[in-house]
């Protein structure tokens, strides 16, 4: 459907040169109509009489008149003008080239993408400053650091985390229950954090426990759970030992616990 087209006041002035208001009306309506439909309006009297808001009598004799003058064809069925078929024509083949151009366009982005993406090692465990087992750095494309392929910890990963959890936390924290969600999330930070090795991540926990803050001796009675510790900002925070010296307000003075309290908070929400 095209929605808009461009007279040529001179052309249209010779053209309709000769016609009757009414027989110029009446040709600018088709005319219209023939862009609107694509080329597709039905020589029906009647209806077309009701777009041009017209008897069906006096439409039909202005019809007649416009055949007569060569301005309209009217052939199977349907009324028919040559220079709105041509506009049509260009207006589709512009169309057409726009989106085999794009589509091109798109096709050499991909392959550009594929020949320039850069690649980057995989970045190691962060326990003692060496890499745990199984972290060695790989080589990565652009496209898999955006979408990681999700590896599947070793067999029993999430349960056995979640046992680590209880063993080290669990008279102190919540132990969550297995989830899907919780299983996926586990699976990449298990390879990316703790290099797929279950005493690296009981190193951490035990890092947790460490910290009276974490384990809820805070003026907010907040504690840490399960999903919070495998937050890739939250797991560099406690293995930097950001949270080591963060106990309760009880031993401290009111401003120390004030400080203590307001540091918390920031290094909670950043």
Known sequence: MVDHYMVTIPDWENGTAGMTFEQEYVYRKLCEFIYALDDTLK???????????MSTRLFRKH???????????????YIRNRRCANELQKIWDRSEAARVKAAKSHVKRRANKKINSPTS?????????TPVAGALANEVTREERKNPPIVPPKPGGLDQAIG?????????????????????????????EFGSSHEAF?????QIRGSPFLCGENDRCWQANFDWALKPANIEKVV????EQRAGTGNMTPEQ???????????DNG
């Open 121 to 129: 090692p995989k970045k190691p465990s962060k326990f003692n400053g």
């Open 63 to 77: 019809k007649i008149a416009l055949l007569e003058m060569g301005k309209i064809d009217a052939q199977d069925g």
């Open 202 to 206: 009981r190193q951490y926990c035990q």
């Open 164 to 192: 680590i959890w209880a063993e080290v936390l669990g008279d102190r924290l919540k132990t969550p229950p297995a989830s899907a969600k919780r299983a996926k999330a586990f699976a990449r930070r298990f390879v990316d």
């Open 43 to 53: 020589d029906d009297d009647r209806a077309n009489a009701r777009r041009c808001k």
């Open 240 to 243: 930097e030992g950001n949270y």
């Open 257 to 267: 616990a004030l400080a203590g309290i307001n540091k918390g908070l920031e290094d």
